[in-house]
């Protein structure tokens, strides 16, 4: 089985910065795209970034100039290093991944379990 375990959310003021950890163990032979996705009380889950294994980055227009996302395929672990931070960025946030367990086998999506960002105003 594959684990994605995030870390770093907390309360915060607006304006301030805030830096997510996932990092991925288990059975793992290749991690392909990986990325963060927020979900607001009463709102839907929704990507914030992605990132390809070679470092291409995609970002949803909300974050775009305050977020940054980079990983560390050698220790598969992912970031998200967020400034600037509004209280409309309150959300739990939520790493994924999509694993290879095996060479040449499928790629299988993984969630972590959240961790919880608040920004007051």
């Known amino acids: 089985q594959v684990q994605l375990v995030e870390s770093g959310g907390g309360l915060v003021q607006a304006g301030g910065s805030l830096r997510l950890s996932c990092a991925a163990s288990?059975?793992?032979?290749?991690?392909?795209?990986m990325g963060w996705y927020r979900q607001a009380p009463g709102g839907q889950r929704e990507l914030v970034a992605d990132?390809?294994?070679?470092?291409?980055?995609n970002y949803a227009d909300s974050v775009k100039g305050r977020f940054t996302i980079t990983r560390d395929n050698a220790e598969n672990t992912m970031y998200l290093q967020m400034n600037s931070l509004k209280p409309e960025d309150t959300a739990v946030y939520y790493c994924?991944?999509?694993?290879?367990?095996?060479?040449?086998?499928?790629?299988?999506?993984?969630w972590g379990r959240g961790t919880q960002v608040t920004v007051s105003s």
């Open positions: 994924n991944a999509f694993v290879q367990r095996r060479f040449q086998g499928p790629l299988n999506r993984f």
């Open positions: 288990g059975s793992i032979f290749s991690i392909k795209n």
């Open positions: 990132i390809t294994s070679g470092g291409n980055t």
